[in-house]
């Protein structure tokens, strides 16, 4: 007998766990959108106070510990004849597997668009892509409110439901 309670019980706690889960990766698609909006400012400061170039850029990225975008790691810090920057930037994020489809997109387009126009032109860019991705970060938080709530409730409803067929 109380080996079958404490199966129930983790038969509930697997399935509140599962729920929590499915939660919390929606909650990390949103903070992955804030510090894309976070990366969009810097590069926008860096182009419009200190002129950087793309490596300076990069550079002041890779110091600033993005921790969700692990892409920014696998880009060079130095210019190299041989290196393509705006290739490395696409397969860097086309490796990194943390972003959904519209975050790759727009992580893509602001890597083609980088260095590519005079100052005015990257700046006026660039607050049209934080713009894009301020507003995919509120679908994210909105996503998050609504259906988080719902994983996390039918995750231990379905907990509870399979602890009482297993009675």
Not at 32 to 46: A, D
Not at 49 to 65: N, R, T
Request: aromatic share 8%.
């Amino acid at each position: 007998m109380f080996i079958r309670v404490a199966a129930i019980i983790l038969l509930i706690l697997c399935g509140a766990f599962c729920g929590l889960n499915s939660s919390e990766k929606l909650k990390k698609r949103g903070d992955i959108c804030c510090e894309i909006v976070k990366m969009l400012r810097l590069c926008e400061h860096s182009i419009r106070v200190c002129e950087a170039d793309v490596y300076g850029i990069v550079l002041k990225l890779k110091s600033a510990g993005f921790l969700g975008l692990t892409f920014l790691n696998e880009l060079p810090e130095n210019y190299d004849e041989n290196t393509d920057f705006h290739s490395n930037w696409k397969s860097a994020v086309m490796n990194c597997h943390t972003f959904s489809t519209e975050e790759r997109n727009l992580l893509i387009e602001v890597g083609t668009s980088l260095g590519t126009s005079d100052t005015e032109g990257q700046i006026k860019d660039l607050v049209l892509y934080q713009a894009r991705a301020q507003e995919l970060y509120e679908i994210r938080i909105a996503e998050y409110r609504v259906k988080g709530r719902l994983y996390r409730s039918l995750g231990l409803l379905s907990g509870i439901i399979v602890g009482i067929i297993a009675i």
